[in-house]
């Protein structure tokens, strides 16, 4: 019997009574390997219910105990990381290695987040006028909720949760329904680390699910990363439901190709960063830009020659780069994008499609493809394609190239390949996009700084993780307090108590 994964809510798993479910595949194989269920309304409700009940007393639980349940969870997910891992590959299809790497970058975060006590203090001015002193403090928001894409299922959610719960916030979690089991085995480490029940909850589901999220009153807080279009209904949604929302989505990345940079160390970032994950990430390159023809007819070389020798297949086999897509549906999504590319003229340098792979001919598998002398109008250009496809759009000069970044509509990463210090220089203060790489295709910032893009690539005001984290997932408290002496006292009776005009510093 095909195995049900649970809700895990209050502390616990929980099966479904919903009865709506939904196939969760082995993209290596193309089985369906375990079905999810998607909550209904009712269920959604049940779970923010419980989250309401339990997070009073983790906000009055203080900062450093909260910290130290985060220590233990660290410890616990390093030492069942590799069981996480297989898991999380089986379903998403990234190799072993990276899937690795989606956990640990999710476990630096909650590293971060043990500084809790020290980034939820306040600020305090004594004397700001007569006896009166001010300060500030950081208060929880309650209930909060994480809307996450199937791309990084234990990266993104633990982005999402670890600042909550430092801050002292219940969090429900709606992760990805096409690959749901990681987060829920996150979950039994949580209370395995000592977080009370009710604290983290996970349900999964569909729109359904989603909009009860946003449109319940007591949920205060919504944190979403999926795709552009989703990412707008979230945030106009949960604004008009008077939530704070942070919502990041698609992209289209950029990596410029100045003419003095080194070619070995492009051709490598832009293998590793365009075909890494079978290009399902949000900061992955899927647009190189050459700048000038010489450098251009080298790289398109040169990359025709790498692309030939990387190694497709099955997520957990030993020696592979990329593994399969996520779902049949997102081949043959990226199988209509390369037809597309070849129907509006680009020269297609290297064809995926058709690609399968020995004993395992049902995979979701697409082989890596290439295009050059793509130009801005083009779709395959435009839009976010998500799959093992790059592009090369070639720039007469270094001002063109900057523009074509800049003016892309998503904004989330850019990278610029240069020896030239004033270029990278130049490129980083004058680009319109929120994450820059100087030599770095993967401008991922780290923990303590914060991950953000702009323009399409994200609606909100505050970026993930960092400290812009905590203040999302905060509210700050001002208090002005007075404590009268004798001389204010005095002073009080001589201007006949009661003051009808607004108090000021004069
Ligand atoms: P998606 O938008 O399909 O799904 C994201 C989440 O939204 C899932 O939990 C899903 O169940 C839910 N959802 C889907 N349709 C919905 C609807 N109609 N109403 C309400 N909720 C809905 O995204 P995905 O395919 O899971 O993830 C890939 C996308 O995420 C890509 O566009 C990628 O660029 C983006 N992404 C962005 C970042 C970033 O930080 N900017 C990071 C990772 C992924």
């Known amino acids: 019997m095909t195995r049900m994964i649970p809700h895990f809510i209050g502390g616990t798993a929980v099966e479904s009574s919903g009865g709506r479910v ?8 193309g089985a369906v390997q375990a079905r999810v269920p998607l909550a209904t309304a009712d269920e959604v409700r049940a779970v923010i219910d419980n989250a309401e009940a339990a997070q009073p ?6 900062p450093q105990k909260r910290a130290r349940v985060l220590m233990k969870f660290i410890e616990l997910v390093h030492r069942d990381r590799d069981e996480l891992a297989r898991l999380l590959s089986s379903e998403h299809g990234k190799t072993l290695e990276d899937a690795k790497g989606d956990i640990q970058r999710g476990i630096e975060v909650i590293e971060f987040c043990i500084g809790a006590p020290h980034l939820l203090k306040g600020e305090y001015s004594t004397g700001a006028g007569a006896g009166i002193d001010v300060y500030s403090m950081r208060q929880p928001l309650g209930v909060v909720a994480g809307i996450t894409p199937f791309n990084f299922p234990a990266m993104i959610p633990l982005w999402k949760a670890g600042p909550a719960l430092a801050a002292g916030n219940a969090f429900v979690l709606k992760p990805s329904e096409r690959d749901p089991s990681v987060p829920v085995r996150l979950a039994e480490l949580f209370i395995e680390a000592g977080l009370p029940a009710g604290v983290f909850n996970v349900v ?8 009860t999220i946003l449109t319940d009153p007591r949920v205060r807080a919504v944190g979403f990363v999926g795709s552009t279009p989703i990412a707008e209904y979230i945030y106009a949604t949960a604004a008009a ?12 990345n950029h ?19 365009g075909y890494g994950s079978a290009g399902e990430r949000c900061m992955a390159i899927s647009v190189a830009v050459p700048v000038g023809d010489e450098i251009a007819d080298a790289l398109a070389a040169r990359l025709t020659e790498r692309v030939r020798e990387l190694k497709v297949g099955p997520s957990l086999a030993d020696d592979v780069d990329y593994g399969p897509l996520v779902t049949r549906a997102a081949v043959e999504r990226v199988e209509g994008y390369i037809q597309q590319g070849i129907d509006e003229g680009a020269t297609l340098l290297a064809d995926g499609r058709g690609f399968t792979v020995e004993g395992h001919e049902d995979g979701f598998y697409l082989g890596p493809t290439l295009f050059d002398h793509v130009t801005t109008d083009m779709a395959i250009y435009r839009e976010e394609i998500f799959g093992p496809v790059l592009v090369i759009a070639r720039a007469p000069d270094y001002e063109h190239a900057l523009a074509m970044a800049s003016d892309h509509e998503y904004g989330n990463g850019v990278a610029i390949f240069t020896r030239d210090g004033d270029a990278a ?4 203060a004058r680009v319109n996009v929120g994450m820059v790489g100087v030599n770095v295709p993967i401008p991922v910032p780290i923990a303590y700084f914060t991950f953000g893009g702009w323009k399409n690539s994200g609606f909100g005001d505050l970026n993930q993780h960092g400290a812009d984290a905590f203040r999302f997932y905060t509210k700050t408290k001002t208090v002005t307090s007075r404590w009268p002496s004798g001389i204010l006292r005095q002073a009080q009776a001589e201007s006949g108590g009661a003051s009808f005009v607004i108090p000021t510093m004069h």
Do not use: Y
């Open 204 to 211: 999964h589901g569909d729109k359904e699910a989603v909009d």
């Open 57 to 62: 007393e983790w906000a009055a639980t203080n």
């Open 22 to 29: 939904a196939d969760v595949f082995e993209p290596s194989t």
């Open 241 to 252: 439901h008077g939530k704070r929302a942070q919502c990041f989505g698609g992209a289209k």
């Open 425 to 428: 220089r130049d490129f980083a």
């Open 255 to 273: 990596l410029i190709v100045m003419p003095d940079a080194d070619l070995d160390q492009v051709v490598d970032a832009l293998i590793g960063s």
